[in-house]
């Protein structure tokens, strides 16, 4: 890792969603981020919550590091001023380095990438690829469907207990950060 303090992987949505909330959230988590003397990593967009997470950060003072594929540089209008950016060629490459540029991984709301990004996540937690904590910041039970998919699994055998277990949904950015904190023992 190129940073001594506790880099946080956020995934989400290269869309701001309906709603304020949702931007409002993406800029709060990417202060807080930076207030606790952290970085960001994250996947290099400045459109939607991913440029709006990376602004706040960056703002504060936080450093930023983006990973995107060559294909979407354009189409997601890849952040310029970051302190660090890798251009990938596959997606899973840019998944791949982003966990691994990581401490921890937080995920605001999103789309099908976010949830991409997070199930190979929690995939890899249940492999033992990884053992990063992973927080999910449940803006408005945001992601309590998905907390009931996973729920589903489990109560149909298709994943133990510990899948669960691996799912922590928090209300705000700042209980979100604090479990990851604890997570990480800073």
Not at 40 to 48: C, E, F, Q, S
Not at 58 to 63: E, I, V
Not at 93 to 119: F, H, I, Q, S, Y
């Amino acid at each position: 890792m190129l940073h001594q303090c506790p880099m946080i992987c956020v995934y989400c949505g290269s869309r701001p969603g309906h709603g304020p909330d949702f931007m409002a959230s993406a800029e709060e988590t990417g202060r807080a981020i930076a207030a606790r003397g952290w970085g960001l990593v994250y996947g290099a967009g400045d459109n939607g919550l991913m440029g709006a997470v990376a602004r706040a950060a960056l703002t504060a003072g936080a450093p930023v590091m983006g990973f995107i594929p060559r294909r979407l540089v354009a189409m997601e209008v890849a952040k310029r001023d970051l302190t660090a950016t890798v251009i990938t060629e596959t997606m899973h490459e840019r998944k791949k380095l982003m966990l691994e540029n990581a401490d921890a991984v937080l995920a605001l709301p999103g789309g099908a990438g976010t949830l991409d990004e997070l199930v190979e996540m929690l995939t890899w937690r249940q492999l033992g690829i990884t053992d990063k904590p992973v927080v999910l910041l449940d803006l408005d039970g945001y992601w309590r469907p998905f907390e009931a998919l996973i729920r589903h699994f489990t109560e149909q055998g298709f994943a133990g207990p510990s899948l669960q277990g691996d799912l922590v949904l928090e209300p705000t950015p700042d209980a979100a950060l604090d479990r990851l904190a604890r997570a990480l023992g800073v």
